[in-house]
C-alpha cells in the first residue's frame, strides 16, 4: 500500500516539511528535471508560479539543479514550438522566479514491452537523460481521460512532437505502429507513454486539487470548475496519487468524472496498475 499526504487548503505551507519527508534528500547535489504544464495561451488555471517556486527552492538549499520542463505540443496555438512556448512562459511568468526553463520538442527511442505489447516511444530527450524528476501536475478534467494528474502529465507531457502524434492519431485509428498492431485505447497509449518516460527514474509526485476545472490546460478556456478546493497530495506513487486525487474530487463533487466529462477517470489509472507503474491501493494522511 503506497502513502500518499494531503494537505489541505490553509496548510499549504507546509508543502516543503511534507517533500522532505519522502526523502528530498536523496537530491542533494543532482540536476532535477521539475516537470510541469505552465498553461495554454489564455489558461488561468495551470499550478502556478508561485508553488513552482517554492519546490525549486527546496531543491536549491540541498544543492540540487533544478530547472523548470514541458514539451511543444503538436496543435496549433500558444505552445506549438519551442519559441512561442517561451512565450507563453513568460506570459505566465515562470521565466520570473530565478529558475532556467526548458522546453523539449525532440526526443529519444525507449522500447519497452507491456502486457504482450511491443512499443517504442519517443522520450523527451531532456527526460531521457536526466535520472531525478519533481512531477508537478495539475488535477483536471479531461476530454479522452476523463482526468488528468501525474501520468497524462508525462504520458503525453513527456514525449517528443512525433510521438503525441501517433498517440493522438491512435486514439482515432486504435492502432499505433510504434505500439504494433493491437487495438490500444487511448487510456492504454497515454499510461504505456508515462511508463515510458518514467523508466528508470526517481520522483517525487505532486499534484495540485486547485482551481480543478473540467477541461484540461492544453484549452485555453478550460472551465468550468467542478470542484471546490482541496489542496496538494504528495506520493512516491504516480498511480496511488492520481487515484487519490480522483477519489478525493469525485467525493468534493458528490458524482463522478463520468458524470461530469463523459470518460471514466479510472480507466488509464487502473491500467497503469497492471502494468507496475504503481498500485491503487493506498493511505491516505491528512497533514493536521
Known amino acids: 500500500m503506497s502513502k500518499v499526504v494531503l ?82 512562459v513568460k506570459e505566465h511568468g515562470f521565466d520570473k522566479i530565478g529558475y532556467e526553463v526548458v522546453i523539449g520538442d525532440e526526443g529519444k527511442p525507449v522500447r519497452m514491452s507491456e502486457s504482450g505489447i511491443e512499443f517504442t516511444y519517443e522520450v523527451a530527450k531532456e527526460l531521457y537523460k536526466t535520472k531525478y524528476t519533481i512531477a508537478m501536475s495539475h488535477a483536471k478534467g479531461h476530454i479522452l481521460t476523463g482526468f488528468g494528474g501525474a501520468i497524462k502529465n508525462f504520458g503525453m507531457g513527456g514525449v517528443s512532437k512525433k510521438a503525441k502524434l501517433d498517440m493522438h492519431s ?3 485509428k486504435k492502432k499505433i505502429l510504434s505500439l504494433g498492431r ?44 467542478i470542484c471546490e478546493d482541496i489542496g496538494i497530495l504528495v506520493s512516491n506513487d504516480p498511480v496511488a496519487i492520481d487515484i487519490a486525487s480522483v477519489d478525493l474530487i469525485e ?13 471514466d477517470a479510472r480507466t488509464h489509472i487502473r491500467f497503469a496498475e497492471e502494468i507496475g507503474m504503481g498500485s491503487t491501493k493506498y493511505e491516505l494522511i491528512k497533514v493536521k
Open 251 to 263: 467525493g468534493g463533487m458528490g458524482k463522478t468524472f463520468k458524470e461530469t466529462t463523459g470518460m
Open 170 to 172: 491512435a486514439s482515432v
Open 7 to 88: 494537505i489541505p487548503k490553509g496548510k499549504l505551507e507546509k508543502l516543503p516539511e511534507v517533500m522532505r519527508s519522502f526523502g528530498l534528500e536523496r537530491f542533494r547535489d543532482k540536476e532535477v528535471l521539475v516537470k510541469l504544464h505552465m498553461g495554454e495561451r489564455g489558461n488561468k488555471w495551470y499550478v502556478k508560479p508561485g508553488y513552482v517556486k517554492i519546490v525549486a527552492d527546496e531543491l536549491k538549499k540541498i544543492k540540487a539543479k533544478p530547472f523548470l520542463f514541458d514539451t511543444a505540443v503538436i496543435y496549433r496555438g500558444g505552445r506549438d514550438s519551442k519559441e512561442k512556448y517561451m512565450e507563453v
Open 182 to 225: 493491437s487495438k490500444i485505447s487511448f487510456n492504454e497509449i497515454l499510461s504505456l507513454g508515462a511508463k515510458a518516460c518514467l523508466n528508470k527514474k526517481d520522483v517525487i509526485y505532486i499534484n495540485f486539487l486547485m482551481d480543478i476545472t473540467k477541461n484540461c490546460d492544453c484549452d485555453s478556456n478550460a472551465l468550468p470548475i
